[in-house]
């Protein structure tokens, strides 16, 4: 799945070609693509048309474009559906998108021919002549239309506000991160990929930071120092920043910008997806072993197991 970098590069994408627009109509080709969005195909339809598209935001993995304008109650009404939210002036609105395994927010020109896994299309309603394509191939993703928690800053949807800030996030508290980490008993990895912690990273950050940062993926964070918790937190963000100066990871054409353009990360990775090629460092043969129904990669001498 797209991590925070590939997640990153789409809602920069978004912020340029789609933030300070207004919805004219979206057209929902398949239900699975709204099916977070309880109320169905015509009520999400039927919501978004009028509304304005605000700045695109992140957190983790998760993307949303908070909304205002008047909604298209009258609309609803007309049709005789109910509303799954009421707006009032304590909640905004946001769209939440989650791109799954294999899902793509394109800008593209309206007259573009429709891509074979178009799930939603949204127009706009000015002279621009582009449109939003959400397009999923295997339609594990979607887009939904949610409250945001009263008062936040950045119209965080409240189905999300139990996700951590990310270590990207200006916002987010080392300290308190390390006094976590050493209360979960558990181990290093685990830690890592927990979103309730600290979120955006997955499992190829998460052995690429581990990588640099020499330690096993194994290893008990009740273990950790704050100047060793605080060495691995830049290692993440290192990673992090580097895989976003070139588009992001991506080992195949699914993960892509609203362009439709590629990352390149993928010819930087240190450890991820190196089976039996030398380690950078030390020239030992990079291991791979199952871990959670995933795989870990490391380095078996420059990231020696703990003891039992």
Avoid at 113 to 123: N, Q
Avoid at 164 to 172: G, I, M, T, Y
Avoid at 282 to 305: D, K
């Amino acid at each position: 799945m797209p991590e925070l970098p590939e997640v990153e590069v789409v809602r920069r994408g978004l912020e340029r070609w789609v933030s300070g627009r207004t919805v004219d109509e979206v057209e929902v080709r398949h239900p699975r693509a709204i099916r977070r969005h309880t109320a169905g195909a015509a009520d999400f339809a039927a919501r978004l048309k009028g509304l304005r598209i605000g700045a695109a935001c992140r957190r983790g993995k998760y993307l949303w474009l908070p909304v205002t304008g008047g909604g298209p109650a009258a609309q609803t009404a007309a049709e005789g559906i109910t509303p799954m939210i009421t707006p009032s002036v304590t909640h905004g609105l946001a769209i939440l998108a989650h791109l799954g395994m294999s899902g793509q927010l394109l800008v593209q020109p309206q007259e573009a021919p429709d891509e074979k896994h178009l799930r939603i299309r949204v127009r706009f309603a000015d002279a621009l002549d582009t449109e939003l394509r959400f397009v999923d191939q295997r339609t594990f993703g979607g887009l939904s239309l949610h409250d945001t928690v009263p008062g936040d800053a950045d119209h965080l949807p409240d189905v999300i506000a139990h996700i951590a800030r990310d270590p990207l996030d200006p916002a987010f508290d080392d300290a308190a991160f390390h006094d976590a980490l050493r209360r979960r008993r558990t181990t290093v990895k685990r830690a890592l990929l927990d979103q309730t912690l600290i979120s955006g990273v997955g499992n190829i950050y998460a052995d690429e930071a581990l990588w640099r940062s020499r330690l096993h993926y194994e290893r008990p964070t009740a273990t950790f120092t704050r100047p060793r918790t605080a060495e691995l937190l830049g290692h993440v963000r290192d990673v992090m920043n580097a895989a976003l100066a070139v588009g992001g990871t991506s080992f195949d054409s699914l993960y892509v910008n609203v362009n439709g353009e590629s990352g390149y990360f993928e010819r930087s990775l240190d450890a991820y997806g190196r089976e039996d090629e030398p380690c950078r460092r030390c020239g030992t043969p990079i291991r791979r072993r199952p871990w959670m129904n995933r795989s870990s990669y490391f380095c078996p001498r420059c990231q020696r197991p703990p003891r039992a």
